[in-house]
């Protein structure tokens, strides 16, 4: 209450920040002074857990929460918690405030769930664009494993057809052309890898809740790649096993 000694709770963060290595509990915290010079001092009673209040992509900052009856401000929110569906507790909640004070209006309304989509509409718009990015270039680079294992295909098309002729089987043209593949996509993940890692710092503002370093995500994104490469180089792998090793041997 208002007689009470004037007491305040810190974040996690404020305490890093003022209190490294020592108990915040009991200290006093300075908030400003009177009319005539004399510092205002609150006791630290308890220590709660950062939140992030106004970005997803902010890092908390030190905070203080003081009670209202010690320090009344002229704006204040409520949060309303219930098993029932939040529309239906507005008149509710309309009601209790008018017979607490008519004069007192609510400004505004609205679900934790829409808040939480509010703060996290433009890492969600950005994560979709890079997601668009992403696929346009695994499609790319699916079509330039083509085009290039293609060429090589053709290229080696006598080649094939000699090895053939002195008794290749299928699977050792397959292995030939795969392997080949292989040694080109570990290639471009080597120097892919070393790249994401190096450009972690710029997408860690758009994470949250996310080590830009994740493991688990490096490799599903390279076993994807090599997923996509395998295929895109079976298809000219395939072709050249139906090579005639006569006709490879006459091509030019």
């Known amino acids: 209450n208002e007689t009470a000694p004037l007491a305040v709770l810190v974040n996690q963060s404020l305490v890093r920040r003022d209190f490294a290595g020592e108990d915040p509990i009991s200290k006093r915290i300075n908030l400003g002074g009177t009319r005539d010079g004399q510092p205002i001092w609150f006791e630290i009673v308890g220590v709660v857990a950062d939140v992030r209040s106004l970005e997803l992509s902010t890092e ?41 004070d008519k004069a007192q209006p609510i400004a505004e309304v609205r679900e934790m769930e829409q808040i939480v989509s509010e703060a996290a509409s433009q890492p969600r718009f950005n994560s979709l ?7 346009v270039a695994l499609l790319l680079a699916a079509a330039g494993i083509y085009g290039v294992m293609s060429y090589s295909v053709t290229q080696r098309t006598h080649e094939i057809g000699l090895r053939m002729a002195l008794g290749a089987q299928t699977r050792d043209v397959l292995r030939l052309i ?25 997408m860690s503002t758009l994470l949250y809740g996310v080590d830009p370093n994740d493991v688990p995500t490096f490799a599903g994104g390279a076993t994807l790649l090599m997923v996509v490469a395998l295929l895109a180089c079976y298809l000219p ?4 096993t139906k090579v005639s090793p006569l006709v490879a041997l006459r091509y030019e």
């Not at 507005?90 to 017979?99: K, T």
């Not at 664009?129 to 696929?135: E, N, Q, Y």
């Not at 792998?237 to 050249?240: E, G, I, K, T, V």
Request: glycine share 6%.
């Open 129 to 135: 664009l890079l997601s668009l990015f992403a696929g």
């Open 178 to 202: 795969v392997g080949q593949c292989i040694r080109l996509t570990l290639l471009g993940l080597a120097l892919g890898l070393v790249s994401a890692f190096a450009l972690t710092r710029v």
């Open 60 to 100: 908390p900052t030190p905070e203080i929460y003081t009670s209202y009856l010690q320090d009344p401000f002229a704006g204040m929110s409520f949060v309303v918690r219930s098993a029932v569906e939040p529309p239906s507790l507005v008149p509710a909640v309309r009601e209790a405030v008018r017979q607490i």
């Open 237 to 240: 792998a395939r072709r050249a």
